[in-house]
């Protein structure tokens, strides 16, 4: 028992010192904060204290160590805009070493015309991508504590400017099998521009994270809460919990679930006017079929401005 309280504790008190990591410059490489993989995106973002699934990575590397068989996923976006995004998870246990990762996070914004000071069209054209790489490992301390860090290479192109970056994930996840409840804490994007686009280097979007999961007994849903960019600078104390998600899963049998998300933040962020319409609301569908292949798909409302499709498929190997 006290073990419990005192991981809990460690969970939950760790907004007290968020000021330290207070962060108010709009910072580069935000495309590293759009959700990564369909299962994910169908929980609104939910997804730090989720388990045995190699996309969990990207959201707190202490998932690592909770693979039980290797696997792999890939997934596909379409975004606004005519904008393509793609990712790639890969996990598995090395020996007694311990669990490694690697990931992939690439974004595409297609080609423009490029004009001259004026808005005049030159006749020419060029691209925009973002592309993220990382490499992570995970351990266990007392069978009941995961841990994980994640080194990130990431590369920013526009046109004929460049930019890269090194950052850091860490991150820790609790497990309570007995209460079916899972807690979680994670820093992610916690490092530095390596080159500049131009002349001015400019923050990583680091992020702080806090979630919570709990198996609702004698029913089949999962209800996942996450409270993220707690260490931003806001007005109000209270503001410090404005950007969170809350997904539920409803876990049909070992082959199919369904899946509801909601996100505080977007769906403000989203508010034209006086209409909101379901900005901010995401749904999916997960099918697992012949033991080892994995569909995941989700569609996420941006309301007026549109909305974002995901497809993810998985493999398990023996």
Request: aromatic content about 16%.
């Amino acid at each position: 028992m006290l073990k419990k309280f005192a991981a809990a504790a460690l969970f939950f008190i760790s907004p007290v010192f968020l000021n330290v990591f207070a962060q108010t410059e709009i910072p580069a490489f935000d495309f590293l904060r759009v959700e990564t993989g369909a299962k994910a995106s169908s929980l609104a973002g939910a997804f730090d204290t989720y388990a045995d699934d190699p996309n969990a990575m990207f959201y707190n590397p202490g998932s690592l160590s909770t693979i039980t068989k290797s696997k792999v996923s890939a997934g596909f976006g379409k975004y606004l805009l005519d904008m393509n995004f793609g990712t790639l998870a890969y996990a598995q246990k090395y020996k007694d070493l311990g669990w490694f990762g690697i990931g992939v996070k690439y974004f595409d914004y297609g080609s423009f015309d490029r004009t001259d000071e004026n808005g005049v069209s030159t006749g020419e054209q060029f691209n925009a991508n973002d592309l993220m790489v990382s490499v992570g490992y995970g351990n266990y301390i007392y069978e009941k504590i995961n841990y994980g860090i994640t080194l990130k290479y990431i590369y920013s192109g526009i046109a004929e400017y460049k930019s890269s970056a090194f950052a850091v994930d860490f991150g820790m996840q609790y497990h309570i099998p007995s209460s079916q409840l899972s807690l979680s804490f994670g820093v992610n994007n916690l490092g530095a521009q390596l080159s500049s686009y131009i002349s001015t280097k400019e923050k990583l979007p680091l992020d702080i994270r806090v979630g919570v999961s709990k198996r609702l007994e004698h029913t089949p849903v999962r209800l996942n809460v996450t409270f993220a960019k707690l260490n931003e600078s806001r007005e109000k104390l209270v503001q410090h919990f404005r950007a969170f998600s809350i997904g539920a899963e409803f876990i049909f049998s070992d082959y199919v679930s369904a899946r509801l998300g909601y996100d505080n933040e977007s769906r403000q962020d989203m508010k034209l006017g006086t209409s909101l319409g379901i900005s901010g609301f995401s749904t999916g569908l997960g099918i697992r079929f012949a033991e080892k292949y994995v569909f995941d798909y989700s569609l996420n409302s941006l309301g007026k401005v549109g909305s974002t499709h995901r497809v993810n498929v998985g493999y398990i190997f023996n």
